[in-house]
C-alpha cells in the first residue's frame, strides 16, 4: 500500500447548536458569543486538511487538524483560566467536526468520525506531513479527525471501538 496525501481547502461553518453540543452548554450568551467569534475566524486559516489515498488500490481518507500555533493559544487560555480554556477546547473541537461534517455530510446524522486503523503505510505519510501517532489511537495534534472519505459506515470499523469514549459514557447511562 502505497499512501498519497494531497493538501485539500476546508471549510468550516460556526453553528451555535452544534457547539452547544459540544460544550454541553445549555445556554450561550451574547458576551460569550462576541468572545468566540475572534478566535473562529483567527483559528479557522490554521485549519488543515489533507487527502489521504492508496494509489495502489482501494482506500481513501480525510485529515483535518488545527496547527500548533492554535493549540499554543488554546493551551495558554488554559493555563490562565481553566474554564475559559474549556470553553476554546471546545471551540477548535467544534471547528474541526464542522470541517469533517462539511466534506462528509453523513458525520452529521451519525454523529461519529470512526478512526481508521493506523497501518505502517498511513504512518508513513502522516510522518511525511510532520505528524505522527502519538498511541494507536490519536497524533501528535490535539484537534484533529483522521477517517474514511468517503463515510464507511462507524463503530464497527473503527480503531476506538474497544476504547470508545463516546460508546463507553452511552454504556454507562444505558438503563439497566
Not at 142 to 159: D, E, L, N, R, S
Request: some cysteine; hydrophobic content about 40%; glycine content about 4%.
Amino acid at each position: 500500500m502505497k499512501i498519497k496525501s494531497t493538501p485539500i481547502e476546508v471549510q468550516a461553518e460556526f453553528d451555535m447548536w452544534f457547539y452547544a453540543e459540544i460544550s454541553q452548554e445549555p445556554r450561550i450568551s451574547q458576551e460569550m458569543l462576541e468572545k468566540l467569534e475572534p478566535k473562529w475566524n483567527s483559528w479557522i486559516n490554521h485549519l488543515k486538511g489533507y487527502s489521504l489515498k492508496n494509489e495502489e488500490g482501494p482506500g481513501s481518507w480525510v485529515l483535518l487538524y488545527l496547527d500548533e500555533t492554535a493549540e499554543a493559544e488554546i493551551d495558554a487560555i488554559w493555563k490562565e483560566s481553566p474554564s475559559e480554556g474549556m470553553t476554546f477546547h471546545s471551540l477548535a473541537i467544534t471547528m474541526v467536526m464542522s470541517a469533517a461534517r462539511i466534506l462528509i455530510p453523513e458525520l452529521e446524522q451519525h454523529q461519529c468520525a470512526p478512526l481508521p486503523n493506523p497501518v505502517a503505510p498511513i504512518q508513513d505519510a502522516f510522518e511525511e506531513l510532520g505528524l505522527d501517532w502519538a498511541t494507536e489511537t490519536t497524533i501528535s495534534r490535539k484537534y484533529a479527525v483522521f477517517t474514511y472519505m468517503p463515510y464507511k459506515g462507524g463503530c464497527a470499523i473503527c480503531a476506538m471501538e474497544e476504547d470508545c469514549p463516546t460508546k463507553q459514557l452511552a454504556d454507562r447511562w444505558k438503563r439497566k
